[in-house]
């Protein structure tokens, strides 16, 4: 075991970062969400990585007991009785994957940013995935009918719990009578979004295993003294290498390229992919010449919005064209630089 470095003191401001955790852990519930996002538990995708990054905390000096209590709850996580298929099996085994391939790239690259270990872990696990699936059982047609099957469970339980809600509730039903055509057009926009989670399941859970590890190293830094490297830096911060820009050329190829049709799905998953990752970058442009905290107040008026019958559509809206115009200006920033051209007045 290594020498014992200094402690550090805890990180601190556990509020913002107990809001993207709820966020994190109950969003994924939410009934459209359900029929899109590939892991609605998203518990067992956090735990097994905060409990690597205790190990590898423990093994540079930190403290032990920390480690045991994180992989114990990480194991009580994964031994969780589930609903019977392959599709829990998919999520457990990519979350031990996942969090076993952070722990080793924590351990054997601890001066690299967080961003850049978050990248390499993804692309490490997602290899050790392809070697498998390409010899083991579950291969990818198989996966595919795991998550159709999933989805498809989701969206009959969405179903059935607005049913029983407007049984129960005749007056609302009565007050508003444009709800009895609501159930048709809601299992509609659910069989849509489902087709969409599936063809897009493996970028989506490459995001939401990036936003898992991005909260697991948070929060173990507020945990231990024991530093693995820089803390995650503020939004407006927020840019990476420049080079990452071949991966939206190159998804961008592989869709309007009819030579390459057959790689159509790979082509949609990567401009989801980094298409989210330049829209991010555009947010921290934004925040960079917003005044502070206003992007977030735009953004929690948008989402209490949602929550409308009349407003909802608005936001909808509002948030698509927000998305568009944060992914332009993230793009933009590869050779415009945006944040050094002018520098903000407050």
Not at 82 to 94: E, I
Not at 168 to 175: L, N
Request: hydrophobic residues 60%.
């Amino acid at each position: 075991m290594q020498d014992a470095a200094p402690p550090a003191p805890s990180e601190r401001g556990w509020g913002k970062l107990l809001l993207a955790l709820a966020a994190f852990l109950f969003i994924p519930w939410m009934p459209p969400l359900r029929a899109l996002l590939p892991v609605e538990e998203t518990l067992l995708l956090l735990l097994p990585a905060l409990a690597a990054c205790c190990l590898v905390g423990w093994w540079a000096g930190g403290r032990f007991a920390l480690a045991v209590i994180w992989v114990g709850l990480a194991g009580w996580a994964l031994a969780q009785p589930a609903v019977p298929g392959s599709f829990y099996n998919l999520v457990r085994g990519w979350s031990l994957l996942l969090a076993g391939a952070f722990g080793l790239v924590c351990l054997f690259g601890a001066q690299r940013p967080f961003f850049s270990r978050a990248l390499t872990t993804l692309s490490l696990a997602l290899v050790l995935v392809l070697m498998m699936s390409a010899r083991g059982p579950l291969t990818p047609t198989r996966a595919q009918q795991a998550v159709e099957v999933e989805f498809a469970r989701r969206n009959t339980e969405s179903m059935a719990m607005l049913r029983s809600f407007m049984k129960e509730h005749p007056d609302v039903v009565q007050a508003m009578p444009q709800m009895g055509s609501l159930p048709d057009e809601f299992d509609q926009q659910l069989k849509l979004m489902a087709q969409t989670g599936v063809g897009l399941f493996p970028s989506l859970l490459l995001l939401e295993s990036l936003v898992a590890l991005a909260l697991a190293w948070a929060t173990f830094h507020r945990l231990s003294r024991m530093r693995l490297g820089a803390p995650l830096g503020h939004l407006k911060d927020f840019r990476f290498n420049d080079q990452l820009v071949w991966g939206l050329i190159a998804g961008l190829a592989i869709v309007f390229v009819p030579a390459l049709d057959f790689l159509g799905g790979t082509g949609r998953n990567l401009l989801v992919f980094f298409g989210a990752l330049y829209a991010i970058r555009g947010f921290g442009v934004l925040s960079w010449f917003l005044a502070p905290g206003a992007l977030a107040v735009v953004l929690l008026v948008g989402f209490a919005m949602l929550w409308w019958p009349v407003l909802n559509a608005v936001a909808v809206l509002g948030f698509m064209l927000l998305a568009l115009a944060a992914f332009g200006l993230g793009l933009g920033d590869t050779w415009a630089d945006w944040r050094r051209r002018a520098r903000p007045t407050t």
